[in-house]
């Protein structure tokens, strides 16, 4: 299995980012997924989860009415779509997934499967 994020790069505070992530899961449509972050020095957390048919969804209540997530089952893919960035959002996001995870429970611990981070950056 593999999680393939893409999307990040360096902006200005206020702009927008799309961060995509590519999983090679043969049922993908039976796993939650989960965009996580980590700056430097801080530990890895939950920034949005989706269910596995995209019904239920969680936001961290700092990113609350700035991210969106989504997925799209055929292409094997999860969004994440970022606006109004702040420069406290600069970290490394990593997208994650576990199959049949209540959404409500996601936590890092519980994700079975990780891709690579993607840096994202947002000067002040």
């Known amino acids: 299995v593999q999680l393939q994020a893409s999307g990040g790069g360096l902006v200005q505070a206020g702009d927008s980012l799309r961060l995509s992530c590519a999983a090679s899961?043969?049922?993908?449509?039976?796993?939650?997924l989960g965009w996580f972050r980590q700056a430097p020095e801080k530990e890895r957390d939950l920034v949005a989860g989706?269910?596995?048919?995209?019904?239920?969804?969680y936001y961290v209540d700092s990113v609350k009415g700035r991210f969106t997530i989504s997925r799209d089952n055929a292409k094997n893919t999860v969004y994440l779509q970022m606006n109004s960035l702040k420069p406290e959002d600069t970290a490394v996001y990593y997208c994650a997934a576990a199959e049949w995870l209540d959404v409500t429970t996601m936590n890092a611990h519980e994700m079975e499967f990780w891709g690579i981070g993607t840096q994202v950056t947002v000067s002040s």
């Open positions: 899961i043969r049922t993908f449509s039976a796993y939650a």
């Open positions: 989706i269910s596995w048919n995209g019904a239920s969804t």
